[in-house]
């Protein structure tokens, strides 16, 4: 498709989402799990046994037993999967197939109960009988993945079926990756392969804050062209970018976000050489289509790093686990240390 193969909170930046048609009435009971409260003290549980997690909400969430029938959002499907738990169920923000943050993922015997944002099939969802549902939480917006402003009503009594858990997305995918983690300690996951990823994960973080040093002036801006729109991401809402900033490249900040959706600042092709980066990083959720969209603007010949050929791809909002931060950090790493700091000069 010409915008975005995945149309989610920060793939369309000029508005967060369409408003979508109904779904049929969800019309089984629903199963609620157990209660939550206000303080929690470290997760702990044992497969089969009693078991609690503090979400990224502030609450805990507590059950006699494990919980085993999970249905997730598709990203914390993936990020339980790499640490061994399997969900029964699935919910997508767009074909998962085409999904870059889902690349390489075996859902086999995991029932598909939406692969459009905002829609999702909560009466196919009842008769998995799931005990938890796993999503990011955005503090933002005050809610989990899919349940969000613009959703179907019909998709929101997701969270009658059982209580809606997960980290919380903030200023470092490492915190959500963590988060993750922890959840799946609590679900009965092997704490020594986690433990071996996030090993694997630091070497390739050092590698990164390596490379930077040896260019500290080196400049990158995060972009996402579409439509008629140049949009610039924002640090701030795009944890990537906040460790890359932390870890040593300077990821410029926009001057002036959209006041509605202050993940980008929206700018008009005709000013889309305001800023003047090093490199550039493109969304790569819509790649090719975000290359192509800026090349076929007179304005890219003033944009220096395009020039230049100084660009690469972001992994935009879709990280969620220590094997895929490691592959993307190596990428980032092997360009980095080509760049020139220069280039925008």
């Known amino acids: 498709m010409s915008l975005p193969l995945i149309v989610d909170r920060k793939t369309t930046p000029m508005r967060r989402r369409t408003v979508l048609s109904s779904l049929t009435a969800l019309t089984a009971a629903a199963l609620v799990l157990a209660g939550c409260g206000a303080d929690a003290k470290d997760d702990a549980s044992s497969a089969g046994g009693a078991w609690s997690y503090t979400a990224g909400d502030g609450k805990t969430y507590t059950a006699d037993k494990t919980p085993t029938r999970i249905i997730a959002h598709a990203y914390a499907a993936k990020a339980l999967m790499e640490f061994g738990i399997k969900p029964v169920g699935i919910y997508a923000d767009g074909k998962v197939a085409e999904d870059v943050g889902l690349q390489g993922v075996d859902f086999t015997g995991i029932e598909i109960l939406g692969e459009e944002w905002g829609k999702i099939d909560a009466e196919k969802a009842v008769t ?172 890219a010949a003033n944009i220096k790093a395009y020039a230049a050929g100084a660009m690469t791809n972001w992994p935009a909002y879709w990280l969620h686990t220590y094997t895929d931060y490691t592959a993307q950090l190596d990428k980032l790493t092997t360009f980095i240390e080509s760049a020139d700091e220069n280039t925008g000069e």
């Open 128 to 299: 998995l009988a799931p005990d938890l549902i796993v999503a990011d939480w955005w503090p933002a917006e005050g809610v989990y993945s899919g349940q969000e402003e613009g959703v179907e009503d019909s998709a929101k009594k997701l969270s009658e079926l059982a209580d809606v858990v997960g980290p919380a997305q903030g200023d470092s995918i490492v915190g959500v990756i963590e988060g993750y983690a922890t959840l799946a300690k609590s679900l009965g996951a092997d704490a020594a392969a986690i433990d071996s990823a996030k090993a694997t994960f630091d070497e390739a973080v050092a590698r990164f804050q390596a490379a930077t040093a040896a260019k500290p002036n080196l400049t990158a801006l995060a972009i996402s062209p579409y439509d008629d729109v140049y949009a610039v991401a924002v640090p701030k809402y795009a944890p990537e970018l906040l460790d890359f900033q932390k870890w040593g490249l300077k990821v410029i900040d926009p001057e002036t976000p959209d006041p509605e959706f202050p993940y980008w600042e929206s700018l008009s092709f005709e000013n889309a050489d305001k800023y003047q980066p090093d490199v550039l990083l493109f969304d790569d959720r819509n790649a090719p289509g975000g290359q192509e969209k800026l090349a076929s603007q007179p304005i």
